[in-house]
């Protein structure tokens, strides 16, 4: 289940960083619908005909085999940082928490784009997974992800305030062959 979970995290972080690199903050105003993950089995349990498992929309883009086909899995690139969130009560840093770095492509754009709009889609091809590198940031919310091959990603992470209600920090991030880049996820 946490694995499960964690994949639907990484699919609507980099899916709303395809559409600009932006922070879902709910803090002003009533707090939006939740929209819950139900797992209701896997895949391979569900009929194709089922449709999209409760609460989530059916995706609209098949999965870009050939786009996926021409990216590398592994290089000599590494992506260092820290995941913060600066609120009216001081700073929360992302102890324990995940960071994925996805690439960019044009199957991230279309979660994006509903994930904005407050909808969540159906869960992502597992072969866009084996792209996702990821990493479990520090008591003091520090990370690093060695072995990315050069191009674009978005690099994701939540932090979870006192309020109870995650908010998903999203940058867009360029690197070359053994280049060591520094991100700081904070808002």
Known sequence: M???LMRYLIIAAAGLAASGCQL???TPGPPPERIEVTDV???????????????RVARE??????????????????????????????????RNSRVSVAPVTTYSAEAAEKALAGQAVEP??????AYTHQASTDDDGRFTVNGLPAGDYYVSGSVTPADGRPRIIINQ????????VNVNLSR
């Open 61 to 94: 883009v098949a999965f870009p085999e050939a786009e996926y086909a021409a990216l590398e899995k592994q290089g000599s690139a590494s992506i260092s940082g820290r995941l913060t969130l600066d609120t009216a009560s001081g700073t929360v840093v992302g």
């Open 24 to 26: 879902i903050d709910t």
């Open 2 to 4: 946490h694995r499960r």
């Open 173 to 180: 991030v360029s690197v070359s062959n053994g280049q060591r």
């Open 124 to 129: 992502a091809d597992p072969r866009a997974q």
């Open 41 to 55: 089995g896997t895949d391979a349990e569900r009929a194709p005909d089922e449709g999209p498992p409760p609460g």
